[in-house]
């Protein structure tokens, strides 16, 4: 898991949809690499649990920026880690500008985060820091501006890799990825009301699928580009809050079409 302090980074991310037997494969292929996460390594196998809540617009206008592939655009979320629940929450704002993403990520405790939209007057700034002020406020001025509300929450399991050679470089497996509606201030789910969104249907598959993900700063590492020649993977995108939408905010006549736009 990332650092508990603000993250502002550019990056570039390639995604794929592949088989339990082929990220066997790939975790095989990056072990002289890569290793595992340290939090990660401290939960049962190899994994810890994601949970992001997404805001957006009443017209869901960030959604369709993304459908769209609007050269600059954006996410608003506030994520948590279950495995940690005395932990924070981060305040991010994810920024793609053509194939650059920048995340600005603030920290606030967890105790007080509802407070920045329920009395702000009121909320202690003091609990935090000044790198984290500054990627707190910009999530909140976009928030406002936007007038963006919270959507849906979007929970998953992830097996995070760290590169051994390079300044930053990262490779990802997200499993079991699930949403739910969720329209107030809350990072407390419904467990009656959560919906799979890496199933066979959605993944337009015969079988569920892991989500892998390969990020990186501008050159793709040299041996990110092996592992991708020798077993052949193939470029698929994969929006998790696109396919969430499409759950919770579409007529099911149409949800089969959507899916094909959020998976290209």
């Not at 993250?7 to 002289?32: F, N």
């Not at 609990?127 to 929970?155: C, N, Q, W, Y």
């Not at 990110?224 to 939408?245: C, E, I, P």
Request: charged share 25%; with cysteine; net charge positive.
């Amino acid at each position: 898991m990332t650092a508990n302090h603000t993250l502002l980074i550019e990056r570039r991310e390639y995604k794929y949809l592949i088989t339990e037997e082929l990220a066997d494969q790939v975790r095989h292929a990056i072990r002289p690499f890569c290793r595992l996460d340290p939090f990660a390594a401290k939960q049962p196998r190899d994994r810890y649990t994601i949970s992001s809540l997404y805001f957006d617009t009443p017209a869901l206008a960030l959604y369709h920026a993304n459908i769209v592939e609007h050269v600059d655009r954006f996410k608003l979320r506030i994520r948590n880690y279950p495995d940690a629940p005395d932990g924070p929450v981060f305040f991010e704002v994810k920024r793609r500008v053509n194939d650059v993403i920048s995340k600005a990520r603030g920290r606030v405790p967890l105790a007080n985060w509802e407070q920045l939209f329920t009395s702000p007057s009121s909320f202690p700034w003091d609990k935090i820091g000044a790198h984290d002020r500054s990627a707190v406020e910009r999530f909140m001025t976009l928030a406002r501006s936007h007038v963006a509300d919270p959507v849906t929450l979007v929970r998953y399991e992830r097996e995070p890799y760290m590169s051994l050679v390079d300044d930053y470089a990262r490779v990802t497996f997200d499993r079991n990825i699930r949403s739910q509606r969720l329209n107030r201030l809350s990072l407390e789910p419904d467990n009656r009301h959560w919906r799979n969104m890496d199933d066979a249907y959605t993944m337009r598959s015969d079988r569920s699928l892991t989500v892998l993900e390969l990020k990186f700063t501008s050159a793709v590492p040299t041996w990110m580009v092996n592992v991708v020649a020798s077993l052949g993977l193939n470029r698929l995108a994969f929006s998790k809050y696109g396919t969430s939408v499409v759950a919770w905010y579409t007529l099911p006549d149409f949800r089969l079409s959507n899916l094909q736009r959020n998976i290209a």
